[in-house]
């Protein structure tokens, strides 16, 4: 059994007035409802205001039983005081719907959006996206010709985005393209750090609360950040400007003044009043970096400025106002200081509602590979001068790069030092494997003082980057035993003490020896190093 369709709508004041015979010559909307063939009207509930267009109404509910017999139709009274107050038309029919009986498992509702002023049918649209009405947009357009009888044309419009697949597919699109700005074009392969930047774009998209950024220095936080305010720039979300501030660096009496601003004459040498950086980011993206660096004052008035939009300047006594969005990078424990009492514990909850921990570059090897291609990228474009790896230089700087051996400590600045100096130094637009050894051996020294990092790389030289990282890491700690070991007996007891108990052979110095020969060492060679060192 087919449900019945029940279209609910505005009496067109305008639209649907006509008198005498003349009237069948105008399209009026709400009468051609009942005109349709493929369209069949069981129900209309008709809303107007009766103190004024009853009679009108009553002509319209006589001209559709005569285009429509089977055509039932309701008359509501529904006064608005001003049917153009978005806050009231919104509340009267949002009221009207709570009350209505909806039977959505007998019959089929649509809201019928060609009549009524053009409040009500956004009324309309936001009560049928919310669900508030249970049914789809119903849109007639009247026909090209005025021709008697004609009931021109209808569209049915559900709000269920995910039925569209055009509209569907432009969403993922638009989506993939803000994550691939929030990752500056680089096609990210580490998952836990992919899934975050999905977060981070919902976020960013969805919400204007504080964002804390954690992370070790160099990890991209500030890169980032200014990715979050391309995007929202780009949605049209911050009129405002990107300001950013790196409070380690806000000492004494002028942090607050830099952040805060400060009047005339507020301190020794303020010869004239200065905004400070919360007002120059209203409307705008705050970011501040190494926010637990700052002061206790500092900490206090920031607080207020984020819960009530409102500050004192230095020396005033007049507030001023800034609406900014923030975002705050750090690479300490902010809870660690919040216990040792470095740090409020209301600002952090304030903050707290979207933490994300950027991960070291070292923690996303898979990324390594990618990341030096944006790099060259990056450098070929300022300097006018296209460099690349020849294919064996290039396979030896990664395997170094992505080896236990490269610490990364400042991270992806680091790595685009790195880079710099290799293809400044580079020869004919090549970089060759003379100044990937180079720049290995500058990278050790840096990372480590000058010894070297990895003690296999001692023993087998660039033989070990031949290696599968699985056995390079394995082996490496192997041979760090063996080097602190007396004996290679004493090796072989630490080294396979869980599996010996199991075993009725407990012969650990031949397997130690053989695991070592395995990749071409014996033990007299990993002694040798003990006894250089």
């Known amino acids: ?9 505005m009496l067109g004041t305008q639209l649907d007035a006509g008198s005498g015979p003349g009237r069948w010559e105008k399209w009026r909307p709400s009468v051609a409802l009942g005109m349709h063939e493929d369209f069949q009207l069981d129900r209309l509930e008709l809303l107007l205001d009766e103190r004024r267009f009853g009679k009108l109404a009553r002509l319209v509910s006589d001209d559709l039983a005569l285009v429509s017999p ?33 039977r959505p498992d007998e019959e089929d509702y649509y809201v019928h959006i060609t009549t009524g002023t053009h409040v009500t049918q956004i009324c309309w649209f936001l009560l049928t996206e919310s669900r508030h009405f249970p049914g789809r947009l119903l849109q007639t357009s009247p026909p090209r010709k005025q021709i008697s009888g004609d009931a021109g044309s209808y569209a049915v419009i559900d709000l269920d985005l995910s039925r569209y697949d055009h509209i569907a ?153 800034s609406d900014f969005q923030l975002i705050a990078g750090t690479n300490r ?42 790099e060259l990228e990056r450098w070929s474009r300022d300097q006018h001068e296209r460099v690349r790896f020849n294919v064996e230089a290039r396979a030896r700087y990664l395997a170094f790069a992505t080896s236990t051996e490269a610490t990364w400590r400042g991270n992806f600045r680091d790595l685009g030092a790195s880079i710099v100096r290799m293809a400044t130094l580079s020869m004919a637009g090549r970089i060759r494997t003379d100044e990937v050894d180079a720049e290995i051996g500058r990278l050790r020294r840096q990372w480590h003082g000058g010894a070297e990092a990895s003690p296999l790389t001692a023993l087998m030289g660039d033989a ?59 033990w007299e060679q990993v002694r040798g190093r003990a006894a250089e060192e």
């Open 1 to 9: 059994m087919s449900k019945r369709q029940v279209v609910f709508g």
């Open 70 to 102: 089977e055509s039932q139709v309701r008359l509501h009274d529904n006064y608005l005081v001003d049917p153009w107050e978005f806050e009231g038309v919104y509340a009267r029919l949002h009221d009207f719907l709570a009350e209505y009986p909806f």
């Open 169 to 321: 597919q432009r969403f993922a699109q638009q989506q993939l393209q803000d994550r691939d700005l929030l990752k500056s074009g680089i096609a990210t392969r580490n998952p836990a750090f992919n899934r975050m930047i999905e977060q981070i774009e919902t976020v960013a998209t969805r919400s204007r609360a504080p964002m804390l950024l954690m992370g070790p220095t160099g990890a991209g936080k500030s890169q980032l950040a200014k990715r979050v305010f391309e995007l929202k720039k780009n949605k049209h979300q911050l009129p405002g400007r990107f300001v950013e501030v790196n409070c380690a660096t806000l000492r004494g009496d002028g942090a607050m003044s830099t952040l805060f601003g400060h009047t005339k004459g507020a301190y020794t040498g303020a010869s004239s009043d200065r905004a400070g950086l919360l007002r120059s980011a209203d409307k705008g993206l705050l970011f501040l970096d190494e926010i637990g660096e700052l002061g206790a004052d500092e900490q206090a008035m920031l607080l207020r400025a984020l819960e009530e939009k409102r500050f004192l300047p230095v020396g005033s006594d007049r507030e001023v106002e």
């Open 333 to 374: 424990d902010l809870q660690d200081d919040v216990r040792q009492g470095r740090f409020r514990e209301d600002l952090l909850a304030r903050l707290n509602l979207w933490t994300y921990q950027l991960p070291g570059l070292a923690e996303r090897s898979e990324d390594i590979e990618p990341n030096l291609e944006f």
């Open 464 to 522: 070990a980057m031949e290696l599968d990282r699985f056995d390079r890491v394995q082996l490496e700690d192997v041979v760090r035993v063996c080097l602190r070991s007396r004996s290679l007996s004493a090796a072989g007891r630490e080294l396979f003490a869980v599996s010996r108990t199991q075993r009725a052979s407990t012969n650990d110095a031949d397997r130690l020896r053989k695991y070592l020969a395995k990749f071409g060492l014996d």
